[in-house]
């Protein structure tokens, strides 16, 4: 074991201790399938970061260190493999071993390249889909990688836009859903926004094997950044923004694509206002009609129906932003302060477990 | 009503007479913050003027004296951004403001590559030259280098090059215009400000966020004391003109004149006089680390008696830092978010 990972876990193991579920009962597994482990990017109190992953039991099974954020990940189909993907500007995505957390590949971005923090696999497994930034030029793209061939580049497919971030499949299997920010940014910069004035956020629709765009659809402001993606069981879509105006503004943060357009939910003003004008996350639960989203700026999670935009459910979790379906129909939701809870519609929010560890933004 | 909302609402009911007062010092600790900070904008406002003026007149008739006078009214401007720089919410988001004030971290020295462009290039340099450089041109760290930097006042473009001088010139004509305009849109943005109870936390955070910086970045990482180890006096600013640490100290009093009257007013009204108090203290022992700690960082990095005078600093920043953003947080219950402060 290198010395630095034996490090990472004599630091950690006790924290893993502090994981409990609250009460008896094991976690539901997650709605879209294997496996059956959590896994997420964490931060720790001492300022280093690393992978976590538990079982439906709230057990640690196993932390590794890496050597810089993370942000979220993809489960390579029918492969034991689990995919984390840096922090934009990120210059590396990292393969672990799903049981074992052993790293198998560090794969680095391309020069001029960097990715965002999101990637999907295709059906097969074969087919990693990433998206990626070329800086110079302000290019979105997705890159493609080959894991038969220890996770070569295979291809690269233009998004004719800038900012792209969270990408899923449809489950059509041959269709990238992805969000496409519309903010300029340069690593040379920080992170500062270069372009709010001019921004031209989209949902884009991708054909996966020849990478051209099949859809392209805009919100209703330019300043809505339209950064996280998701489809439901019924193939409907769904994006999240983060909008770039100012804070007294309250637009809609979530949409869903239907006849060709994006069909914006706004919801009471006081919940707008708890959103605070940011979504982390957007899940569409593969059981249900039931569709929710996380604010870690405004500390809330909603639960809303997909169908008619009816809230059913909100509640304040500081610092929440990942989600996942669970079988039986409600949603678990992490916390940048190591809450795990379970939320649904009808139903108070349930506190499943806590650790000495920041949950990043997505739960995979 | 649905079950989490009915708790909620039994929990609001039950906290419904500590919330009166909570807020009435809440609206109290944000119209203090409001007419602080507006304070601040204004003397930044004027040291931009005076900056602005100063330029011009150097530029217009060269002499050693209006030649320190432009770098003296360069620090004076400098040292009032550094008062208010901790303000990271409101007006001064719009337009990336804060960037175009101070474009820091620089470390592939844009703001060097970006002047040697536009010097070498014969175009005259207008106000709307700068609007269109981006923020590495358009704020303090571009007049320093154009004023301080040893290099660019060896070669052929230095001061009072006319055409550097046309850059200097439009550079902090910018600086004072966007002064302008932060003072003016902050005094507009009062009553949203005062009405709006999430700006406490805000502006807590914010004063938090400063303090973490200043412990780590601007002293921590080029002490060498976390990153690679290694000591670099070129990663914090202001290293050119040699006043990295007396931005320090501008920070630290900034953050004492216009955050800690709010914070203490905050606590007390929470029966934390004691924490209050002992924050007051902290900041007065980490304002006697000046003027003594007042030397450029490369000497302080360089010579052990000068480096034990900046680790006494760090030594103070760090237990302020502890105790505004780990005691006063909690005792208020603020909390700044791993998610919430990351953008993505």
């Known amino acids: 074991m290198p010395q630095n990972r034996r490090a990472f876990l004599k630091t950690t193991a006790a924290s893993s201790l502090a994981v409990c579920l609250t009460g008896c009962s094991l976690l539901p597994r997650k709605a879209t399938g294997q496996p059956e482990h959590y896994a997420g990017a964490i931060g720790l109190p001492d300022g280093r970061f690393g992978v976590s992953a538990f079982n439906r039991s709230g057990d640690i099974l196993w932390q590794a260190p890496v050597e810089s954020r993370c942000h979220s990940g993809c489960n390579r189909p029918d ?5 984390i993907f840096e922090r934009r500007p990120g210059w590396s995505f990292y393969v672990f071993d799903a049981s074992t957390g052993d790293r198998k590949h560090h794969v680095k971005a391309e020069p001029g390249e960097h990715f965002v923090g999101h990637g999907v696999f295709s059906p097969d497994g074969r087919w990693l889909y990433v998206t990626a930034s070329r800086y110079e030029p302000g290019e979105g793209i997705v890159a493609v990688y080959d894991a038969h061939r220890n996770y070569q580049r295979a291809d690269t497919f233009d998004l004719a836009g800038v900012g792209p971030h969270e990408l899923t499949l449809h489950p059509d299997g041959e ?3 992805i969000g496409l920010g519309g903010i300029l940014t340069h690593p040379d ?12 956020p989209a949902l884009l629709l991708m054909n996966r094997r020849s990478g051209d765009i099949v859809g392209r659809f805009q919100p209703d402001h ?12 019924n193939g409907r879509v769904y994006v999240a923004y983060q909008y770039q105006g100012p804070r007294y503004e309250t637009p809609p943060l979530l949409a869903r694509l239907e006849d060709g357009k994006l069909r914006e939910y706004r919801f009471d003003q006081d919940t707008q206002k708890a959103l605070a004008n940011y979504i982390a996350s957007v899940v569409a639960h593969p059981e249900n009609d039931l569709v929710a989203a996380a604010s870690p700026v405004g500390g809330t999670i909603v639960v809303f129906r997909g169908s008619t935009g009816e809230l059913v459910s909100r509640a304040s979790i500081p610092d929440c932003a990942g989600v996942q379906a669970l079988t039986g129909g409600d949603f678990l939701v992490s916390s940048g302060r190591g809450r795990l809870v379970q939320v649904g519609a009808g139903k108070p929010a349930r506190e499943i477990a806590t650790l000495p560890v920041y949950w990043d933004h997505h739960l995979v | 009503m649905q079950p989490i909302t009915r708790f909620l609402c039994i929990s609001t009911l039950a906290a419904t007479s500590s919330l009166t007062l909570a807020s009435t010092a809440d609206t109290e600790a944000r119209q203090q913050w409001h007419e602080a900070i507006a304070g601040g904008y204004q003397a930044l406002t004027v040291e931009t ?10 530029c217009q008739a060269p002499t050693e004296k209006s030649r320190t006078l432009v770098e003296s009214a360069w620090l004076d401007a400098f040292v009032a951004w550094q008062r208010v720089r901790f303000v990271d919410f409101g007006p001064i988001e719009t337009d990336n403001l804060a960037w175009q004030f101070q474009f820091w971290p620089d470390p592939k020295n844009l703001v060097a590559r970006k002047a040697g462009y536009l010097l070498d290039n014969d175009s005259t340099i207008t106000p709307s030259v700068i609007r269109e450089s981006g923020v590495a041109v358009q704020g303090f760290p571009m007049m320093e280098y154009l004023l301080f930097d040893q290099e660019m006042n060896t070669g052929n473009n230095s001061l009072p090059a006319p055409h550097t001088c046309e850059l200097l010139t439009n550079v902090a004509l910018h600086a004072a215009t966007n002064s302008q305009t932060l003072t003016d849109q902050w005094s507009a943005f009062k009553a949203h400000y005062i009405e709006n109870e999430l700006y406490r936390d805000t502006t807590i955070r914010a004063g938090m966020a400063a303090l973490e910086i200043l412990e780590e970045r601007r002293l921590a990482r080029p002490m060498g004391l976390s990153g690679n180890g290694k000591r670099n006096p070129y990663i914090t600013d202001a290293w050119r003109s040699g006043k990295s640490l007396a931005t320090v100290e501008a920070t630290v009093i900034g953050l004492q004149q216009l955050y800690l009257p709010g914070l203490t007013l905050l606590l007390e009204s929470k029966e934390e006089t004691g924490l209050a108090n002992r924050i007051r203290n902290q900041f007065a022992e980490v304002q006697d680390n000046f003027p003594g700690a007042r030397m450029p960082m490369t000497a302080a990095l360089e010579a052990d008696d000068q480096y034990r005078t900046l680790q006494g600093l760090y030594v103070d920043i760090s237990q302020l830092t502890s105790l505004v953003n780990d005691e006063a947080a909690v005792a208020i219950g603020v909390v700044r978010g791993f998610n919430s402060s990351d953008g993505d």
């Open chain 2, 49 to 58: 003027r005076e900056l602005s003026d100063a330029a011009r007149n150097y």
């Open chain 1, 79 to 83: 492969h034991s493999e689990l995919l």
């Open chain 1, 175 to 177: 269709t990238l859903v």
């Open chain 1, 222 to 233: 330019h300043q809505q950044s339209a950064r996280h993606v998701n489809v439901g069981g």
């Open chain 1, 189 to 200: 910069y920080d992170r500062l926004k270069l372009n709010l004035d001019t921004m031209q």
